[in-house]
């Protein structure tokens, strides 16, 4: 954990990686803004690498496994579970970060996808998430998403999830974990997102620049299919916001359950590289009309 002090006051930012210790685009980016020296015009910027034990971890030969050692440190953000008595290496951590998580009045979360996908921002299901993902502009592709079943991100975290409290996060996805071009996309969400906290006012030169605006496509989830079986299967491969004409076709089996589309032009949102029970097989939405700026 390191914190980067601004010359002028302003507004506290987390910029968060390996949450997930395979995810190394986030940490990559990071590392190259504290090796530059770098500090924001405005507040205070605290840069967390995550999940530093299951990253230690990571070995090429097995590039899936060290995505957590215990459990999934982005499903352990509720008050209940960090004020638990349970015990785990992902949790002894999460409650070592808590703290800087509450102090910061903005979030970015960097992941990475493990199939191929374009990089997106997940903004949540609150009117604030969308704002922020319209000020950043970068990525894209914005997915106002509502979470999983099986556990709180740290992405919707107490007040970031709380539509009464100014508070905002988002989480970017920046392409596939081992794409090589992922870090960069990685680095420019962290200057957009910057800027749109008021805390940067130009891009540094030693960084990438931002792509020009353009509209940023938002996409909202309705429906996050959770497996329920051990006989789960695509009915073909899907990468990432494929869009299926008509409702009621079906595009997965869950056990005897047949998962159809709910309505018509219906996006598939990051399915699943293997669908294991308990897990988000898939998210579906809808495009709509973007965020306020
Ligand atoms: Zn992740």
């Not at 507040?43 to 971890?57: D, E, K, Q, T, Y």
């Not at 970068?138 to 099986?150: K, W």
């Not at 996805?173 to 090589?180: L, R, S």
């Not at 056990?255 to 032009?265: A, K, L, N």
Request: with cysteine; charged share 25%; net charge positive.
């Amino acid at each position: 954990m390191t914190t980067l002090e601004g010359a002028k006051p302003g507004p506290t930012a987390m910029v968060s990686a390996l949450i997930h210790g395979n995810e190394l685009c986030g940490a990559i980016a990071l590392d190259r803004l504290l090796s530059t020296k770098f500090s924001p015009d405005r507040g205070r910027l605290i840069v967390a690498f995550a999940n530093v034990a299951a990253f230690s971890r990571f070995d090429a030969a097995h590039p899936y496994a060290s995505r957590f050692i215990d459990e999934d440190m982005n499903r352990l953000w509720s008050r209940e579970t960090l004020n638990g008595t349970r015990k785990s290496t992902e949790l002894a951590r999460a409650r070592e970060l808590r703290q800087f998580a509450e102090s910061a009045d903005f979030l970015l979360d960097i992941h990475s996808t493990s199939l191929p996908a374009p990089a997106m921002l997940l903004c949540g299901s609150r009117e604030k998430g969308r704002i922020l993902a319209a000020k950043m502009g970068y990525p894209f592709h914005v997915v106002a998403d509502i979470g999983h079943t099986s556990g709180v991100r740290l992405r919707d975290f107490g007040a970031f999830n709380n539509g009464a409290s100014a508070k905002s996060s988002v989480l970017v996805e920046c392409g596939q974990h081992f794409d090589k071009n992922s870090p960069t996309v990685a680095l420019k969400s962290i200057v957009a997102f910057l800027k749109a906290c008021g805390m940067l006012d130009d891009t540094p030169e030693q960084f990438p620049a931002l792509p020009r605006r353009r509209g940023q496509k938002f996409i909202e989830v309705s429906h996050a299919i959770t497996i329920r079986s051990d006989g789960f299967a695509f009915s073909r491969e899907f990468r990432c916001f494929e869009t299926i004409a008509k409702a009621g076709t079906r595009f997965a089996q869950d056990g005897t359950r047949e998962i159809v589309t709910p309505y018509d032009d219906c996006v598939l949102v990051m399915p699943a590289r293997q669908p294991l029970r308990g897990q988000t097989a898939v998210r579906l939405g809808r495009y709509v009309a973007g965020g306020k700026d």
